[in-house]
């Protein structure tokens, strides 16, 4: 980090700096801890073309998430550019590893958030999933939505970019067709869009944070799906979290479609490492 951007950041905190280390984990930005002597931050510094764009999306899902008073997320300190950066300045929060109790809480509380509601899907702005535009016009059916806004752009991404073939990529209509009799009676729920074990935080006296956002209104079971693509997380995670909403002879199968969405992502992201596991699923339903 430069002197100059160091001494932006300390006239926008109006305290000195004392320390910046630099962090891992993230694979689109640089991330920082900044220390003055009587705070912790957190900052993202990002030099591509939509770095400015993409950071005034995430504060509105993080402020959006926030709203809702069902979880907590970093309280945001400022979100602008600087020089041929952008950057995004939050709260630090001191985290642990998660206990069964944490994971629980965790659970009860996403649960919470996937009960605020709206009268469509999608939301009133586009933002990204990592670095990739993420489309939100809203639609009335899930169906519509989840095969125009979220399955087309990344297979015809994937085609563009030479990672799939057209022959093994469905045609909408062959996606709703194949997707109607699972798709039934689903309702709008407020998501986090992105999931993984890297998006969560807890903080040191046990409280969930989430952070990096791709927000939008889609169907419940998409952000578990996104929970169990890695590793998944901790039993009692889901133990809390399904006290709250009822499954299905379908929701298997579900699962696995809304993971081929962020399979897409990541194929589109990071290459053919993850051919072999969307092409499974392609064959497998469509």
Request: aromatic share 12%; charged share 20%; proline share 4%.
């Amino acid at each position: 980090m430069n002197k100059d951007l160091k001494t932006h950041l300390s006239s926008l905190l109006n305290e000195s700096i004392t320390k910046i280390s630099a962090l891992h984990g993230g694979d689109i930005s640089n991330a920082y801890r900044i220390e003055t002597p009587n705070n912790g931050y957190f900052l993202k510094l990002n030099k591509a073309l939509n770095a400015a764009r993409m950071f005034q999306t995430e504060v509105y899902g993080l402020q959006l998430i926030r709203k809702t008073n069902t979880i907590k997320t970093p309280g945001v300190i400022a979100c602008d550019t600087f020089q041929d950066s952008a950057f995004l300045l939050m709260e630090f929060i001191e985290n642990k590893s998660p206990s069964p109790t944490d994971f629980k809480n965790l659970g009860h509380q996403l649960a919470q958030l996937h009960t605020c509601t709206s009268e469509y899907f999608g939301l009133d702005r586009d933002n990204f999933i990592g670095s990739l535009q993420q489309s939100n016009k809203p639609n009335t059916t899930w169906l519509e939505f989840y095969a125009t806004e979220r399955l087309l752009p990344q297979l015809e991404l994937a085609k563009q970019k030479q990672l799939l073939s057209t022959d093994i990529c469905p045609r909408v209509q062959e996606i709703k067709e194949a997707l109607k009799p699972i798709f039934k009676d689903i309702k709008p729920a407020l998501l986090h869009g992105d999931l993984w074990s890297g998006n969560y935080l807890i903080s040191k006296d046990g409280v969930p944070y989430l952070i990096d956002p791709a927000i939008y209104y889609g169907h419940h079971e998409t952000d578990i799906a996104m929970t169990k693509l890695f590793g998944g997380f901790n039993d009692s995670f889901y133990d809390a979290y399904n006290a709250h909403f009822t499954r299905d002879k379908n929701t298997f199968h579900r699962i696995e479609i809304y993971q081929l969405y962020y399979l897409l992502v990541h194929l589109n992201l990071f290459g053919r490492s993850y051919y072999g596991s969307v092409a499974s699923i392609l064959k497998k339903y469509f």
